[in-house]
Structures are given as structure tokens and as C-alpha cells.
């Protein structure tokens, strides 16, 4: 069909009706009046789609006080508390909001609408273009954007825009869409109203070829067939596979070599996290960024769900964390660099040493970057709560060891040592660190060129002995030391590449108090104890040489394929069904 039906092209409730995801594209968000009227649409229709994803590019968001402050009405009113509650610090990257328990979920793009639509990966089912928005209102009729606008649209996907600028409609008409320019009346002011429908459907680069969001929902409302995977791993990475894919209505089956989850790296017990500040804000910088802003939110809703669940105390804290050791020794210096970045106060500040006194409980030297929504979390808990989450969707698998694995049809096999089957399912996830390359080796029949590196660490841990002092909030720079855990001092950590020891090291508790000391000089009297008041723990991570994690759709080349284009990541051709999570 590539008429086009101005109403249906406006109703999005006739374009979802019975789909599993639904995409909305919208550049402009102003006080999220679109989004909420979106929300509250697909809330109150019984035909919607099962998912509901809304993508907004907007270079200068409300402020949470202009998000609260905005005009509401009697359909949005009761949805607008939970948008203030979940918006973000206004950092240049993506920020991924999820609502009713996943099922509808804003991507909020800070970026103008040119530079957002460059960036993004997606099939887009409705374009709603608020053009007269933009700041830059001459990008609007570029060729260019609407090009990016038919990169990311799904077959048949609509378009109502703002703008009936001859230039724009042409541009539209060449990028594939029909359109018409659909004048003033009564009830709406003058917009184009399209449909993606070209004469010819370019093959897309093989990273990013899809199914497709008009899958039609199945009406048990469990997901579409062969939507089932096994998970190789039951570390951090592993169990939050599990729960996303279960989030997503799918089955899974995680399988681990230790008899319970978490019992490497991810049984330390506990660890920080915390922005970065790059002096180059790149796509390193934003990927951080947006992931610590996500970490934050998710792990400030499992603490409030299930708080002191930990037997031992607490499980984690987002109260803030300090960074220690920046290469710029004055605030005034470091505040310019916020400036420079516009990066908001809700994600970094920089304070002055006393400042930074007061935060901590102790006294510190330096001026440091204060991270809001960073803290720390015990690893473990983490990945028993997401198992947890992932309920009877999930069947877990301990005290296995995958020896190989192999295509078997359209799906793939995990094999033992004898070479007897594990587990069998249509798509399988390699989240057991460096184990990954090992079988991804071996399905290769050759050593594989990776850019990663085993890391040993060993960590710390001191009673609270007399003059022995714990900060009120965890401190990073060179080291790390965390509030009081299990009435302990817990502090570290060394990284020594390719080292396989598994002994804890008097000379590497002597390392980690070194470190400690360039913190703060309130703990020197841990230098003064006696070597047996020391314990600690080693474990094995896996470090990606760009410190970027090894992440998706598994290169054709690593299972055996031929090396193929590796120029550009798009063009990379992938392994049907086989995933890799690691570093």
C-alpha cells in the first residue's frame, strides 16, 4: 500500500494495532506533552502494540523544574509525575528511560536533529517532525537529513511533519517517500503528510539488517517463535542478559561452570561505579557516560525494590562517589572543563578539597570530581536479583563446563568435554569473559586476533582496628576504598596482565595499601597492621584494549567465516544466533 490516508498517517493507535514493537521517531520534545499523549494513547488501547518505543532528539531538554512546571491536561496529568521522577542529568548522549516495567521506553537524544539522526540505529515505524524547532532551521531542507530519515524507516512507515517548505517535500519525495503537502484548516495548521514506499529498497550494510518491528504479536503474548537463548555465564554480564531477554518475553537457559551464579569476578564482594570526564567528549566519552547515568537509575530502583536484602548489611549505595588524582590540579580549571562540555551539575561536579572533606568524613588534599549518581554495589546481589527478575523464564545450569560449541541447523549446540550436549537453543550468548575466546577459537579452527587481555586483581580487606577510618563515601583515583562493608575496610585494587597466580599476596595487600595512602592520609594506620589483620580476594577480568566492552553479533570471521570488510563495524557481516557479551 503507498497511498496515503492522512488520518491513519496521524493515528498511531490504527498503525500499532497488534504488533509487537512500535516505533516512534519525534525531533522536537519540548515539555513532553507528545511523548505523554503517546504513553497515554497506548495505555489506553487494548489493541496496542506489546512495546512501545518513542526516540526524541532535542538539543536543549526541559530542566527537571521545566518538565514539573509544564501546563498539563486531564489525559497526561497522572503520567507527568513519573517522566519528573525518571529524567535524567542533560548530558550530550543518549539516555534510555524505560516505563511500565520496560514496556514503553523513551530514548532521549540530546543532539540537534542532523547529528541525532546520524548517530542512530533503528526502524522506525512513525516519523512525527517538528521541524520549526530545530535550531538550526537550514539543516531542515538538507538532502542529507532526509536521506538519515530514510535509512532509519521501516517499510511503510509515516511521516507528519511540520513544515510544507517546497525544498524539504522535494527532498522527502527523493529520499522514497510519498508525500503530500496537506494545507491549513480549521482543526491543524499546514504539514506534510508521507509514506515510506521506494522504488527501490537498498541493501543494508549486514550489521545492521533486521526483521523488522511489523512482526505481528502472537496472542499468547509470550513473544515470536524461537525467541530462546542460552546464555554461556552466570557472572554480572550473564545474569543481565537473562533478565533483559526475559524482560523482552523470551526463554533462556544460563549455564555456568561453578555450581551457583556469580563466583568469579563477580563474587568480589562489592565494587564502585562512576562517570568519566574526557577533555575530548567522543563516542568513548558518551558511552561511558550514558552507561554510568543508566547504572545509577537501575541500580537506585533494585536498591528501593528490595532494600537490606543483603544478609550482611546493605547491598549498594547510589549516594555519590568521589573522584580523586585529576590531571587538573585546581577546580576553577575543572569547572571550566564542565563548562566547556556542558556537562550538568546532576552528573559531575567539581569540588574544592574541603569540599570534598566534608563529603568524604576525611580529611582529602585535592580538589575531585563529585559523581551524584555514582556509588557502589555488591556484584553478586546484583546478578541473583536479576535472576530473580528473569524467574521461570530462566533455567539456570551450574557445575558445566561448555568445552565447544556448534551450529546445529539454524540453531547451536553447547558441548562438554565427552562432547555430549549441554544445552541446545536458536541463539547463544558467549558472557563468560575470557572463556568466550576460547570457544570462539575453537569454532573458528584458529587462534583468533583479540584485541583483550586477562587481568588479575586482588583485593583488600582490614577489621576496623583503632585508628582505622572508613569514608562516608567511596573514593576512587589511582585506588579505590569503600564505606564500611561487613564491618570491614574494603579497598584495592592491583591489575596485573597475564599473571595466572591464585594465591592472595602479602605483596600485593602491601600494593593496595600503598594506593590507599595517596587517598588520604587518615589511612596511614592501616600501613601500621600486622600482616595476618589482611584478607582478600583474586579474580580474573577481561580488558578490552580500548577499554570499550566486546558487545553483539558475533564477525562471520570469528566462527570460521572469511575476514571479510573490517573498515567500517556496519559492514562486518554476522553470525546468525551467536552473541558475544564480554570485557
Given at each position: 500500500?503507498t ?28 515539555e ?14 487494548p ?57 514503553v ?19 522506525v ?84 539488517r ?52 556469580a ?59 568521589l ?19 556542558r ?96 570457544l ?61 597466580c ?24 592501616v ?57
Amino acid at each position: 500500500m503507498t497511498s496515503l490516508d492522512p488520518p491513519a498517517c496521524n493515528s498511531l493507535s490504527r498503525q500499532w494495532s497488534g504488533r509487537e514493537r512500535f516505533v516512534v521517531l519525534a525531533s522536537g520534545f519540548g515539555e513532553g506533552q507528545d511523548f505523554l499523549q503517546t504513553w497515554a494513547s497506548w495505555r489506553a488501547d487494548p489493541q496496542r502494540c506489546h512495546r512501545l518505543h518513542y526516540i526524541a532528539i532535542e538539543p536543549c531538554p526541559p530542566t527537571t523544574v521545566d518538565l514539573a512546571n509544564a501546563a498539563r491536561d486531564t489525559i497526561t496529568t497522572a503520567l507527568r509525575p513519573e517522566l519528573v521522577d525518571a529524567w535524567p542529568a542533560l548530558t550530550p548522549n543518549l539516555h534510555r528511560l524505560d516505563f511500565e516495567d520496560g514496556r514503553v521506553q523513551l530514548l532521549l537524544v540530546v543532539a540537534e536533529p542532523d547529528t541525532g539522526l546520524r548517530d542512530l540505529v533503528a526502524d522506525v515505524d512513525a516519523f512525527r517532525l517538528d521541524l520549526a524547532s530545530a535550531t538550526r532551521p537550514a539543516d531542515i531542507s538538507q538532502p542529507r537529513l532526509c536521506k538519515r530519515l530514510a535509512r532509519l524507516a521501516a517499510p511503510q512507515a509515516t511521516l507528519v511533519s511540520s513544515s510544507t517548505d517546497k525544498a524539504w517535500v522535494e527532498g522527502l519525495q527523493a529520499a522514497g517517500f510519498v508525500v503530500i503537502a496537506k494545507p491549513a484548516d480549521s482543526d491543524s495548521p499546514p504539514s506534510t503528510i508521507g509514506r515510506f514506499a521506494p522504488r527501490f529498497i537498498p541493501h543494508r550494510p549486514p550489521a545492521r539488517r533486521t526483521t523488522g518491528s511489523g512482526t505481528p504479536y502472537p496472542a499468547t503474548g509470550r513473544g515470536a517463535p524461537r525467541r530462546n537463548a542460552l546464555i554461556v555465564g552466570a557472572g554480572l554480564a550473564g545474569c543481565a542478559t537473562a533478565a533483559a531477554l526475559a524482560d523482552q518475553g523470551w526463554t533462556v537457559t544460563l549455564a555456568d561452570r561453578h555450581a551457583s551464579p556469580a563466583a568469579e569476578a563477580s563474587g568480589n564482594a562489592a565494587g564502585v561505579f562512576h562517570g568519566v570526564v574526557h577533555a575530548r567528549d567522543g563516542h568513548h566519552a558518551r558511552f561511558n557516560r550514558g552507561a554510568a547515568l543508566l547504572a545509577g537509575r537501575v541500580f537506585r530502583q533494585m536498591l528501593a525494590a528490595a532494600p537490606a536484602t543483603h544478609s550482611s548489611g546493605r547491598a549498594g549505595s547510589v549516594d555519590g562517589l568521589l573522584r580523586l588524582g585529576s590531571r587538573l590540579v585546581d577546580r576553577d580549571s575543572m569547572q571550566q572543563m564542565l563548562a566547556d562540555l556542558r556537562l550538568p551539575a546532576g552528573f559531575v561536579q567539581a569540588i574544592d578539597a574541603d569540599q570534598a572533606s566534608m563529603l568524604a568524613g576525611l580529611p582529602l588534599a585535592d580538589a575531585a570530581w563529585f559523581y551524584p549518581t555514582g556509588g557502589w554495589m555488591r556484584p553478586a546481589w546484583l546478578a541473583t536479583t536479576w535472576l530473580e527478575r528473569a524467574a521461570n523464564a530462566c533455567r539456570f545450569i551450574g557445575g558445566v563446563e561448555v568445552e565447544s560449541i556448534r551450529r546445529s541447523g539454524d540453531g547451536w549446540l553447547a558441548l562438554d568435554r565427552q562432547g555430549r550436549t549441554i544445552a541446545e537453543s536458536a541463539n547463544l550468548v558467549l558472557a563468560n569473559a575470557g572463556g568466550a575466546q576460547r570457544l570462539l577459537d575453537r569454532l573458528a579452527g584458529r587462534p583468533l586476533d583479540w584485541p583483550l587481555q586477562r587481568v588479575r586483581g586482588q583485593s583488600s580487606q582490614v577489621g576496623l582496628h583503632a585508628g582505622v577510618r572508613a569514608p562516608v563515601l567511596p573514593l576512587s583515583g589511582a585506588g579505590y576504598v569503600l564505606p564500611v562493608i561487613d564491618s570491614a575496610l574494603l579497598f584495592g585494587a592491583t591489575a596485573q596482565p597475564d599473571d595466572d597466580c591464585p594465591d592472595v599476596r602479602a605483596s600485593d595487600h602491601d600494593e593496595n595499601v600503598t594506593r590507599l595512602a595517596r587517598l588520604s592520609s587518615s589511612f596511614d594506620a592501616v600501613g601500621r597492621l600486622p600482616p595476618e589483620a589482611f584478607d582478600g580476594r583474586t579474580a580474573w577480568r577481561c580488558v578490552s584494549s580500548d577499554r570499550l566492552p566486546l558487545i553483539g553479533a558475533v564477525p562471520q570471521a570469528w566462527a570460521g567465516g572469511s575476514d571479510g570488510n573490517w573498515d567500517q563495524p556496519r559492514f562486518v557481516a554476522r553470525e546468525q544466533g551467536l552473541y558475544l557479551f564480554t570485557a
